[in-house]
């Protein structure tokens, strides 16, 4: 039976071209998208910081607060506060130029407070299940996939899916072989 060439082909989480991806944890097409999701992350992580700073120096008593403190305790655009305030959905007092004052207490009642965007610079460590129940033989594999045998072992190195065996059988998680599988083009 030839064995056929496989590669996982996916589209760049950051600029959404098509790439060959060298290992299930690749994502970007090029050091530069890379580089360009990280520095997003890390601004974004950063904007987080200064929105928490803001709100832990607003008072829980007092109810009158300005655009920007309703930005960082309800994570809404200051483009949603205007409209809200110029549909008089909540009134705002203007006690000078740019010092334009809501209420806390009436945007609670409209909004739920900011979630935090969940921090994706450290993502979570993996965990496989080695059990049986959760895993294919590589005959199974090849059988579902219809890739001979000495091609899914190559591909199990190469990509550093962890195996086990149990007797004379090899298991590897389907989770990890479903993925990747899933996006694979026969070249
Ligand atoms: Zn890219």
Redesign the pocket.
């Known amino acids: 039976m030839p064995s056929a060439k496989f590669e996982i082909k996916r589209k760049?989480k950051?600029?959404g071209?098509t790439f060959l991806a060298k290992t299930l944890d690749s994502w970007?097409?090029?050091r530069k998208?890379s580089q360009k999701a990280y520095d997003q992350r890390m601004a974004e992580k950063k904007k987080v910081e200064q929105l928490n700073a803001i709100v832990t120096q607003i008072p829980d008593a007092r109810d009158y607060i300005s655009v920007q403190e309703a930005v960082a305790i309800f994570g809404i655009s200051k483009d949603t506060i205007y409209r809200l305030i110029r549909k008089g959905k909540i009134s705002a007092i203007n006690i000078g130029e740019r010092l334009t004052r809501i209420s806390k207490s009436k945007l609670e009642e409209m909004f739920p407070l900011r979630e935090e965007p969940i921090d994706r610079s450290k993502p979570l460590p993996k965990f496989y299940s080695m059990e049986p129940e959760d895993c294919y033989t590589i005959g199974e594999i090849s059988k579902k996939f219809g890739i001979n045998d000495s091609t899914v072992y190559a591909h199990i190195r190469n990509y550093s899916i962890p195996t086990r065996q149990i007797g004379n059988y090899v298991y590897a998680p389907k989770a990890d072989i479903d993925n990747l599988y899933k996006d694979v083009v026969k070249l």
């Open positions: 760049c950051c600029c071209a970007y097409c090029s998208c």
